[in-house]
């Protein structure tokens, strides 16, 4: 499956975001798995990048409901994976959101990209 981007902000996080995950469905079948732990690398309203040490099943349709907290701003989705990648030890997924969460992330992505811009610089 090929995937583009056309989203307008991709963030990139400098220091990634902890966050938590569980697949909620594999192809057709409705699943309940323990929870994973991992990083948010990059966001977009359409979007994230996903770091774990866990490894997905692999040529399977696979559905997450990832949660995360940035600036005090608890964040859950329901994602799609669409591409997946091994780097080191890690594993990195593509997730796409299934709903539609653009406004909410422009906005604390913006206040994120804010705080970040203003913070003192340590020399």
């Known amino acids: 499956m090929r995937y583009k981007r056309h989203e307008t902000l991709r963030y990139q996080f ?5 966050a938590s995950f569980k697949i909620i469905k594999i192809d057709d079948h409705h699943v ?9 690398i990059n966001m977009s309203p359409g979007g994230l990048r996903l770091a774990t040490n866990l490894k997905l099943p692999a040529k399977q349709k696979i559905q ?3 949660e995360t907290t940035i600036l005090n701003h608890s964040l ?3 994602s799609d994976v669409v591409w997946t990648k091994a780097l080191g030890s890690a594993q990195h997924y593509g997730l796409t959101f ?13 206040e994120y ?11």
């Open 14 to 18: 400098k220091d990634p975001i902890p």
């Open 32 to 40: 309940d798995t323990a929870q994973g732990n991992g990083h948010i």
């Open 64 to 66: 997450l409901f990832v």
């Open 76 to 78: 859950h989705f329901i």
């Open 98 to 110: 299934i709903d539609d969460h653009h406004k909410e992330i422009m906005k604390i992505l913006k």
């Open 113 to 123: 990209q804010k705080k970040q811009q203003n913070k003192p610089l340590h020399g």
